[in-house]
């Protein structure tokens, strides 16, 4: 069999531009939270009444819910961060605007089902100095990629007009 000159070089390009593809964001909504802090979210999450409170945000797409905590956490830190009932657990330390982020991943058996978690500590969590805490929870295990998109689109803190 012969090889075209261009041929390996061209199957290089088409694997590597595939392997750089992501799955759109066009048509998503930009959630500016109480002028602190902004991210992105796909258009067809509802935002349900906080009662009020302004440091809490609950967003609904069918059974996924994001929760968005300012100045909170829900995840605390532990002795041990696993915990015997999380499942496939994964963590991983990334920065988001300029400050510590721990992000974890595990499943969790509630009412005989399987919810899938994803969470975001943004800040230094060992100390419990949270800044900002999302938890993007599901029955379907694709969630994890969409939450690593939404936690990747948090932006801080929201430019104002009067900024450079």
């Known amino acids: 069999m012969k090889v075209l000159p261009g041929f390996k070089f061209l199957s ?38 906080s009662n009020g409170d302004d440091t809490r945000a609950e967003y609904y797409n069918g059974q996924t819910k994001l929760l ?14 696993r915990q015997a009932s999380m499942h496939d657990y994964q963590e991983s330390t990334t920065r988001i605007g300029g400050q510590r982020a721990n992000i974890r991943t595990y499943w969790q058996t ?4 399987r919810m899938y978690r994803a969470e975001l500590n943004l800040g230094n969590w060992a100390r419990g100095e949270v800044q900002l805490y999302m938890r993007l929870e599901s029955d379907e295990p694709a969630m994890r990629e969409l939450a690593d998109q939404i936690f990747k689109s948090v932006t801080l803190p929201i430019p104002s007009p009067e900024r450079p």
Not at 68 to 81: F, G, H, K, M
């Open 12 to 49: 290089l390009v088409v694997v590597v531009a595939v392997s750089l593809q992501t799955p759109s964001t066009a048509g998503w909504q930009t959630v500016h939270f109480h002028e602190l802090f902004s991210f992105r979210l796909p258009s067809d999450f509802i935002k349900r009444d």
């Open 110 to 113: 509630v009412d005989s089902k």
């Open 68 to 81: 968005v905590v300012w100045r909170n956490t829900e995840a605390p830190q532990y002795d041990d961060r």
